[in-house]
């Protein structure tokens, strides 16, 4: 699974926009835009903000 379907998949999950999703996270709304698309990947500051979130939000990806 890709970054960028572990994005989505996450925002879908908990209802929220790519608008209220970067708020979560700190960062701006063309950033997780690209991140979901596969335009770009996070660095390490953005994927800790991803690994945090899902880790307080009880999102699981090793099922």
């Known amino acids: 699974m890709t970054f960028g379907e572990k994005i989505k ?3 879908l999950r ?3 926009s ?3 999703f970067a708020k979560e ?3 701006s709304f063309a950033t997780i ?3 979901e698309r ?3 990947e996070p660095n390490y500051d953005g994927q800790k903000a991803f690994h ?3 880790e307080k ?3 699981d990806f090793d099922e």
């Open 9 to 11: 998949i996450t925002r």
């Open 14 to 16: 908990l209802f929220l």
């Open 18 to 20: 790519q608008e209220k």
């Open 25 to 27: 996270l700190g960062v």
């Open 33 to 35: 835009n690209r991140w």
């Open 38 to 40: 596969g335009r770009c």
């Open 52 to 54: 945090e979130f899902c």
């Open 57 to 59: 939000n009880h999102v």
